[in-house]
Each structure stands twice: as structure tokens, then as C-alpha cells.
């Protein structure tokens, strides 16, 4: 592995930015490897531009899934190995149910990110303990934050901030998606969704109302059974 | 790789060279993944893993022949492979490995 590579890779992992290296294992230029970031012009020690943009394109990809393995290409074998971001949750609305939620993910193995755009509700005094804290509007916020590994929480209880956060948190990569509010409010929201473009399997995929029904009144409680249905998804059981 | 950072980070302060084993292919059982790392220095130093420990001591010494040489190479394991059965691949899957120095220079 060349030293520009490693290092790259190195600062890479360490700051958990999502990357994926691509290493010919078998054929001609054994050992020479690509370094490839979303959004980002690779670093290539391989001269061949079209096979290049080939690996890129399946190694994006692959990176989305956290997929990893060799493939052919021609005559050359190229392993891809993929480092997505570590699991998130991102809640957008920094209400009560969001400062439980915060606390409960965390011993769990989640990295958690709350976004609200409205100062007041997103202090550090009430979210010291989330990993992030951003003051944006929920559809900038999501953007390039949305990975196979991520979960996203929608609290907000308003259409206007609500709405923005499903209609790029559904078509994303996001293993995720729930928001909170009752049947009636749900029936709502899916013709509003429909009529902006989302199709049936993308609206199909939202959890609503979101979390296990455990009889939840307090915040903690619904924080509760929002953790436990994300615990579920994550271990492949569907709840 | 996350797993194996810290260690490349301590032996390159102190001057060592290092080699590193990735597995790329498993078939049949096989007690670690694709993806899986191990590091090796040139002072003997080891770190991670990729298997159970069956075939730890080979990829160990290809990884030094790596340092020396400077060449990379992917080595195969498997139940019907000679070589396997003399370092003992008990787990009764194969595993392909590559063997790759770490550059020391831009």
C-alpha cells in the first residue's frame, strides 16, 4: 500500500468519513490501489481512466450497502473493502422524546445527531450528550448525512419541519426512517407525501407512528420503545 | 483497519516496517470475515487477525518476505491445498489472503 494511500485512508477511518479502497489482488498491477470518497475525486494509482470510473461506481455503491468482496474485472481481480460511518441516529426535532432517545442510544453503540433549527430547543445544556448538535433546516441537515447505517427519528410534530426530513430521508440510503404522530395524523402525512412525489415503496418504508407499542406515555417511555424498535431493525427482526 | 491503526501508528514511530494481510475471500466457514486485517512489523511485531489462528503463522512469514521484497501477493488456504493442511486449516472452509508492504516513502 502506497504511504499518499494509507495515510489518506488512515485520516479517513479515524475521523469515521465513509471511504472504500480498491486493491488489484490478482492480474496485471498487483497491489495498486484506488482510494475512493463520495463526492470526492479519487486518489488512483491506476492509469486506466475507464476502469477507474467502473470501480468507482461499484465501490460507491457498495460502500452504501457495507458491502465488501473482489471483482472481476477483465483480467485483472480487484478487492473493495468498505468503511461506512459508524451507526447514527438523527433525530430531527430536539423536543423531549429527543433528549431520552439521546441518552438510551449511546450505551447501545449509536452515534446520535440532533437537528433543529430553532435555537432554543437544540442547547447544549439539554443535548450535552448528543455526539452532534445542528442548527439547520432538517432537509440541509440530512443531506450527506444519510448512510446505510443511519437511522432517522422525526419528532418534530409540525408538517413544515416534518415533511422536508421524510421527503429526503425516504428516498436515501437511511436502514431507518420513523416519525412520530398518531394513525389519523399518519393517514395525513401519506397523502402529503404521495402528492410530493414519493412513490408507494418509498412512503411504505416510513415506521409511523414510530416505535414498539409498549404503552408509552412519558417521554422517556416513547424514547424507549423508539430504541427498541431501532434494536430490532438493526438485528433483521421487522417490529 | 480501525482495528489495527493504532498498532501501525506505534511501530512506525519507533522506525519499524510493516506488512499488511487482508482476507478478500472466504467460502464455507471461516472465523473471520472478509475485510479482516492483520499487521506485521519487521521487528516481529504482530497485530489483528485473520483466521483462528490456523494460518497466523504463515501469513506472518509472508509478511515478512513482503517487507523484504517489497512485493505483494494474494495466498490461497484451503482444505484441498497441501500447504493448508501442513499449517492446519481446521475450520474446513478456504480463505484467500493478500499480503501487501506498507510504503515508507510518497
Given at each position: 500500500?502506497?504511504?499518499?494511500?494509507?495515510?489518506?485512508?488512515?485520516?479517513?477511518?479515524?475521523?469515521?468519513?465513509?471511504?472504500?479502497?480498491?486493491?488489484?489482488?490478482?492480474?496485471?498491477?498487483?497491489?495498486?490501489?484506488?482510494?475512493?470518497?463520495?463526492?470526492?475525486?479519487?486518489?488512483?494509482?491506476?492509469?486506466?481512466?475507464?476502469?477507474v470510473a467502473q470501480v468507482r461506481q461499484d465501490a460507491l455503491a457498495m460502500l452504501l450497502r457495507g458491502d465488501q468482496g473482489v471483482r472481476t474485472y477483465g483480467e485483472r481481480q480487484i478487492f473493495i473493502e468498505t468503511y461506512?460511518?459508524?451507526?447514527?441516529?438523527?433525530?430531527?426535532?430536539?423536543?423531549?422524546?429527543?433528549?431520552?432517545?439521546?441518552?438510551?442510544?449511546?450505551?447501545?453503540?449509536?452515534?446520535?445527531?440532533?437537528?433543529?433549527?430553532?435555537?432554543?430547543?437544540?442547547?447544549?445544556?439539554?443535548?450535552?450528550?448528543?455526539?452532534?448538535?445542528?442548527?439547520?433546516?432538517?432537509?440541509?441537515?440530512?443531506?450527506?448525512?444519510?448512510?446505510?447505517?443511519?437511522?432517522?427519528?422525526?419528532?418534530?410534530?409540525?408538517?413544515?419541519?416534518?415533511?422536508?426530513?421524510?421527503?429526503?430521508?425516504?428516498?436515501?440510503?437511511?436502514?431507518?426512517?420513523?416519525?412520530?404522530?398518531?394513525?389519523?395524523?399518519?393517514?395525513?402525512?401519506?397523502?402529503?407525501?404521495?402528492?410530493?412525489?414519493?412513490?408507494?415503496?418509498?412512503?411504505?418504508?416510513?415506521?409511523?407512528?414510530?416505535?414498539?407499542?409498549?404503552?408509552?406515555?412519558?417521554?422517556?417511555?416513547?424514547?424507549?420503545?423508539?430504541?427498541?424498535?431501532?434494536?430490532?431493525?438493526?438485528?433483521?427482526?421487522?417490529? | 483497519?480501525?482495528?489495527?491503526?493504532?498498532?501501525?501508528?506505534?511501530?512506525?514511530?519507533?522506525?519499524?516496517?510493516?506488512?499488511?494481510?487482508?482476507?478478500?475471500?472466504?467460502?464455507?466457514?471461516?472465523?473471520?470475515?472478509?475485510?479482516?486485517?492483520?499487521?506485521?512489523?519487521?521487528?516481529?511485531?504482530?497485530?489483528?487477525?485473520?483466521?483462528?489462528?490456523?494460518?497466523?503463522?504463515?501469513?506472518?512469514?509472508?509478511?515478512?518476505?513482503?517487507?523484504?521484497?517489497?512485493?505483494?501477493?494474494?495466498?490461497?488456504?484451503?482444505v484441498p491445498d497441501e500447504a493448508a493442511w501442513e499449517v492446519g486449516l481446521a475450520c474446513g472452509g478456504t480463505i484467500d489472503v493478500f499480503i501487501e508492504p506498507l510504503g515508507t516513502s510518497e
Amino acid at each position: 500500500m502506497q504511504k499518499t494511500i494509507y495515510t489518506r485512508l488512515r485520516d479517513l477511518i479515524t475521523r469515521e468519513q465513509p471511504v472504500a479502497l480498491a486493491t488489484v489482488v490478482a492480474g496485471d498491477d498487483i497491489g495498486v490501489q484506488v482510494l475512493i470518497q463520495p463526492d470526492q475525486a479519487v486518489i488512483s494509482m491506476l492509469n486506466d481512466t475507464a476502469l477507474v470510473a467502473q470501480v468507482r461506481q461499484d465501490a460507491l455503491a457498495m460502500l452504501l450497502r457495507g458491502d465488501q468482496g473482489v471483482r472481476t474485472y477483465g483480467e485483472r481481480q480487484i478487492f473493495i473493502e468498505t468503511y461506512p460511518p459508524p451507526a447514527t441516529i438523527i433525530m430531527v426535532g430536539a423536543v423531549h422524546i429527543a433528549v431520552a432517545l439521546t441518552a438510551f442510544a449511546k450505551p447501545l453503540g449509536f452515534r446520535t445527531i440532533v437537528v433543529d433549527a430553532r435555537g432554543a430547543f437544540a442547547t447544549n445544556e439539554r443535548f450535552g450528550h448528543a455526539d452532534e448538535l445542528v442548527h439547520a433546516w432538517p432537509d440541509e441537515a440530512l443531506q450527506g448525512r444519510l448512510h446505510s447505517n443511519t437511522a432517522v427519528v422525526v419528532l418534530t410534530h409540525d408538517p413544515k419541519l416534518d415533511d422536508p426530513a421524510l421527503l429526503v430521508a425516504l428516498p436515501s440510503a437511511a436502514r431507518f426512517v420513523g416519525a412520530l404522530g398518531s394513525s389519523k395524523t399518519q393517514a395525513a402525512r401519506v397523502i402529503r407525501l404521495r402528492e410530493a412525489g414519493l412513490t408507494d415503496d418509498q412512503i411504505a418504508r416510513l415506521h409511523a407512528p414510530i416505535g414498539l407499542p409498549i404503552g408509552g406515555r412519558t417521554p422517556e417511555e416513547i424514547g424507549l420503545s423508539i430504541m427498541a424498535q431501532i434494536v430490532a431493525e438493526r438485528n433483521g427482526k421487522s417490529l | 483497519m480501525r482495528d489495527v491503526v493504532a498498532a501501525i501508528d506505534t511501530w512506525q514511530q519507533r522506525g519499524e516496517r510493516v506488512a499488511i494481510a487482508t482476507v478478500v475471500r472466504t467460502l464455507g466457514s471461516s472465523p473471520r470475515g472478509v475485510g479482516a486485517k492483520m499487521v506485521v512489523s519487521d521487528a516481529g511485531n504482530m497485530a489483528g487477525s485473520v483466521s483462528g489462528g490456523c494460518i497466523e503463522g504463515a501469513v506472518f512469514t509472508a509478511c515478512q518476505q513482503a517487507i523484504r521484497t517489497g512485493q505483494a501477493t494474494l495466498m490461497h488456504f484451503g482444505v484441498p491445498d497441501e500447504a493448508a493442511w501442513e499449517v492446519g486449516l481446521a475450520c474446513g472452509g478456504t480463505i484467500d489472503v493478500f499480503i501487501e508492504p506498507l510504503g515508507t516513502s510518497e
